[in-house]
């Protein structure tokens, strides 16, 4: 594997850089400053057909300053953290500074919001493997899988496995560090019949490598998932309800957030603009995110600016109960930061939940989607419409796959129209959440 990370030296050094990238700016005039900076080292193992595909070793490291001058601001960046590169790209961030439009929006987040609560929120857990382990592990993963009667052909299993460190750290004195790992195994195969060659995958991914799962479970699973794809046909052509899998709706909450956040909403890109307090889901709905929960995959108690991070709730009883905003976004819509420099974190449902075959007693006859294809999402407008592969199911039972249709809607009328969600809760992202059942949304098969 590659040489040995030390996290914790990693940590210092960058913190050094970090303050001494401050000081710098501070002598050369700049009013206000902030750097972020990280590292991250890594190990990727690809194996086909029982062989070994690549080894691929990897390190990155940058740092990123921007600078204030009154409220003109400048940016500059490097991958390389010596002192000297630092001097430059501080000039740089300078000089850019001091010729760019004033922006009355700009500046760092203010310093009373700047995280004091900075605990060890058990993201990093390194994992102590060698090359020849690692190859052990995929070829394992894909042998499970191709040892499936009905399986012809692999794409092959992949192993990754790295950590990283971060520190963010600005002139009002805030300085945060954070250690993290990702660690995560996949397995893709091929199944062929008289009606052509189908494929699907499977994976498992922590930042704890004591919570994957075994190589085993995931290549069966992937040649599971392959082998009930053969002999789809199309889906006729009508309105049918949509049973998304849960490996598919956390994209229905990623378009939901896409539209509450601060950036689309200045700009006036979102279907949700001026919504704040008004209904969009079923008034059994509650959507937030929860950043300090302890080992979860996006946990960190600070934001992109060193703001303290907080339970958000997004979604109060089916009303849009907050937009997701920095401090740049809030400013421009008269408003305060929710902590969301970066993004959402550790997004989780608080719903009613029901099994999946009650779902599909539910539908009754529609459509269970487990793929989708294209990027047919409009943030404007919310119009929704992308290719899609799954099940035909009748009286709530699954008849037989179906591939090569479309299915379209709106992003409004689809979470409002939304019966229910699973208890098969997907848990290997940062969006926890279970299958969709939407009422109603139009079919273009044959």
């Known amino acids: 594997m590659a040489q040995a990370f030390d996290a914790s030296a990693q940590q210092t050094l960058l913190t050094t850089r970090a303050e001494e990238a401050l000081a710098l700016a501070r002598r050369l005039g700049a009013d206000a400053a902030e750097v ?3 590292v991250d ?3 990727s193992i690809s194996v086909r057909l ?31 953290a010596s002192s000297a590169s630092i001097q430059a790209t501080v000039e740089k961030a300078l000089a850019i500074a001091r010729y760019t439009g004033e922006d009355p929006a700009a500046g760092l987040a203010d310093a009373d919001q700047m995280a004091t609560e900075l605990p060890d929120l058990k993201v990093h857990y390194p994992w102590a493997l060698t090359t020849e382990q690692a190859i052990e592990l995929a070829l394992a993963c894909e042998q499970a899988g191709r040892d499936a009667e009905g399986i012809s052909q692999s794409e092959g299993a992949s192993l ?22 990702s660690h995560s195994l996949s397995c893709m195969l091929i199944a062929q019949d008289e009606h052509g060659m189908q494929r699907d995958y499977d994976y498992t991914s922590s930042r704890n490598p004591a919570a994957l799962r075994a190589p085993a479970e995931v290549g069966r699973e992937a040649a599971a998932r392959t082998l009930r794809r053969l002999g789809a046909r199309r889906p006729p052509t009508g309105t049918f309800p949509v049973l998304f899998d849960p490996s598919l709706s956390g994209g229905l909450i990623g378009h939901l957030l896409s539209a509450l956040a601060g950036g689309a909403l200045y700009r006036q890109s979102s279907f949700l603009c001026d919504r704040l307090g008004t209904p969009l889901f079923p008034e059994w709905f509650n959507l937030e995110e929860r950043p300090m929960e302890v080992g979860a995959t996006a946990s960190t108690p600070f934001d992109g600016e060193g703001v303290q991070t907080r339970n958000n709730r997004f979604i109060e009883q089916g009303n849009i109960a907050s937009y997701m905003l920095s401090s740049y976004s809030a400013r421009r819509l008269g408003m305060q930061t929710t902590g969301n420099a970066g993004g959402a974190r550790n997004v989780r449902l608080d719903v009613p939940l ?18 989708l294809m294209g990027q047919g999402v409009n943030g404007v407008t919310g119009d929704y419409s992308r290719g899609a592969a799954g099940f035909w199911v009748e009286n709530g039972e699954i008849q037989y796959p179906i591939e090569e249709f479309t299915i379209a809607g709106n992003l409004e009328r689809m979470f409002s129209g939304l019966v229910g969600i699973g208890s098969d809760t997907d848990t290997r992202g940062s969006v926890h959440t279970g299958s969709w059942l939407i009422d109603a949304m139009t079919v273009a098969g044959s």
Not at 50 to 72: F, M, P, W
Not at 160 to 181: C, D, I, M, P
Request: net charge positive.
């Open 50 to 80: 029982g062989e070994v595909e690549t080894v691929e070793l990897s390190r990155d490291q940058g740092i990123a300053v921007t600078l204030y001058v009154g409220k003109r601001k400048g940016s500059a960046s490097s991958s390389d």
């Open 160 to 181: 990754s496995s790295g950590e990283g460190v971060r520190v963010y750290a600005n002139s009002h004195g805030f300085l945060g560090t954070q250690k993290g790992s």
């Open 36 to 38: 972020g900076a990280s």
């Open 41 to 43: 080292q890594g190990t």
């Open 354 to 371: 029901k099994s999946r075959e009650a779902l599909l007693k539910e539908m009754g006859r529609g459509i269970w989607v487990t793929e």
